[in-house]
């Protein structure tokens, strides 16, 4: 832990050796995803609801997936890019270290700039909170925290089972973008609107359901299931499993050379 630490140090104290170049990109990350915020403001303001979720509950639905999608992509964002790594005969040398490989690769990089997204997602959470027919209590805050938790669990399993596929592909599969960005895309309303083939397939396969839809109905008082503000903390199973990718993808690795 300690050594990870010290390589976020490293980053943060690259990213603010140009700190003008640094917050431009931050708000630039912050522009991309108000797209989404005023695509989904001006849909809500001509209707009065997606199904029948309003704007408030969208916003809290839309807060939760993008705060944890920006946290996953700016401390896992060396999985992303493990592509270039292998390719580069990079990940010999990772091998030649004395310290865990996965940890290696977390370190390479992280991107503080990601959090420009992270402040957007922080604002969909407080409008919705604020908008939301929800009565707060501590546990309904704590639920939103662990929904978050399961979001961000999520995505960094995605992305690790985007870095293991590199092992028997050299190059990056861009398909599982659909997972990563996709969600980000279409997982601002809740998931129920787009079908129950949906819902079943993020159910069951990848688990975005555990962390949004579910716990979203209980925080929202449309189920009275209170096992369902338990299932995020299920998701560190597929994380388990894409760790155990990882592995497998490391037994079959051969160098690309330099």
């Not at 996965?102 to 997602?121: A, D, N, P, S, Y």
């Not at 938790?149 to 995505?155: P, R």
């Not at 998931?191 to 688990?207: A, C, R």
Request: hydrophobic share 50%; with cysteine.
């Amino acid at each position: 832990m300690r050594l990870y630490l010290k390589f976020v140090s490293m980053h943060l104290k690259r990213s603010m050796a140009y700190r003008q170049s640094f917050f431009m990109t931050m708000f630039g990350q912050f522009l991309v995803s108000f797209t989404s915020l005023l695509g989904m403001w001006f849909l809500l303001s001509r209707f009065d609801s997606v199904g029948d979720y309003t704007l408030g509950e969208c916003m809290l639905c839309a807060g939760v997936v993008l705060s944890s999608y920006s946290l996953a992509e700016c401390f896992f964002r060396g999985f992303d890019r493990f592509s270039g790594i292998v390719r580069g005969a990079g990940f010999d040398r990772i091998l030649l270290r004395p310290r865990n490989a996965m940890l290696q690769v977390l370190c390479e990089q992280i991107e503080f700039t990601r959090l420009g997204k992270l402040i957007q997602g922080v604002g969909m959470l407080i409008w919705g909170v604020a908008v939301a027919p929800v009565v707060w209590t501590p546990w309904r805050v704590a639920l939103l925290f662990l929904m978050i938790a399961g979001g961000l669990t999520v995505f960094a399993a995605l992305f690790i089972v985007y870095a293991s596929l590199c092992f028997f592909t050299l190059e990056g599969l861009e398909f599982i973008n659909i997972f990563t960005d996709g969600m980000r895309t279409y997982g601002v309303y809740p998931l129920d609107i787009y079908g129950e083939w949906l819902l079943k397939l993020s159910t069951f396969v990848i688990p975005y359901a555990l962390f949004q839809y579910y716990p979203l109905m209980l925080l929202l008082g449309r189920s009275d299931r209170w096992q369902w503000g338990l299932l995020p903390l299920l998701t560190p199973l597929f994380l388990a499993l894409s760790v155990a990718l990882w592995r497998v993808g490391i037994r079959k690795y051969k160098s690309a050379g330099s």
